[in-house]
C-alpha cells in the first residue's frame, strides 16, 4: 500500500506542465534502468547492498556515455538531461530501500 501511495504522490510531478517532455523521458529512463539494475544483481548475489550500489551507478554511466555521445553527435551536452536521468535512479533506488526487505526472489519470472 505504501508503494501505490508513494507513486500516486509522485504522478502530478510529471504531469507538471513546465517540465519538458524530453526530461520527463530522461526520467523514465534513469528508473528503468535502476529498476532493472536492482533486480538483475538481487537476483544473481541476493545481496540488497550491492544491488542499491549498482542501481544507483547504472544510471549515472549510461546516462552520462548518452549525453558524451549526444556531444559528439550534435554538439551538446546536456547536464540537466543527464541530471533527470540520474534523479530517476536514484528515486527507484530510494523507493525500494524504504521499503522492509522481502524476498526479492519471487521476481524471477520477470527473467525467464
Known amino acids: 500500500m ?22 520527463k523521458l530522461h526520467f523514465a529512463a534513469g528508473a528503468g534502468i535502476s529498476l532493472v539494475t536492482y ?3 538481487i537476483q544473481i548475489t541476493d545481496d540488497h547492498k550491492k544491488a542499491t550500489i549498482y542501481s544507483i551507478i547504472t544510471p549515472i554511466v549510461i546516462g552520462l556515455a548518452k549525453e558524451l555521445i549526444d556531444e559528439k553527435k550534435y554538439k551538446g551536452f ?19 530501500n524504504i521499503f522492509p526487505k522481502k524476498d526479492y526472489r519471487k521476481t524471477q519470472y520477470i527473467f525467464n
Open 39 to 41: 533486480a538483475t544483481v
Open 2 to 23: 505504501k508503494k501505490i501511495l508513494l507513486i500516486l504522490l509522485f504522478i502530478p510531478l510529471l504531469n507538471y506542465g513546465q517540465i519538458p517532455v524530453d526530461k
Open 78 to 96: 546536456d547536464s540537466r538531461d543527464w541530471a533527470y536521468t540520474v534523479g530517476g535512479g536514484l528515486f527507484i533506488t530510494t523507493t525500494i
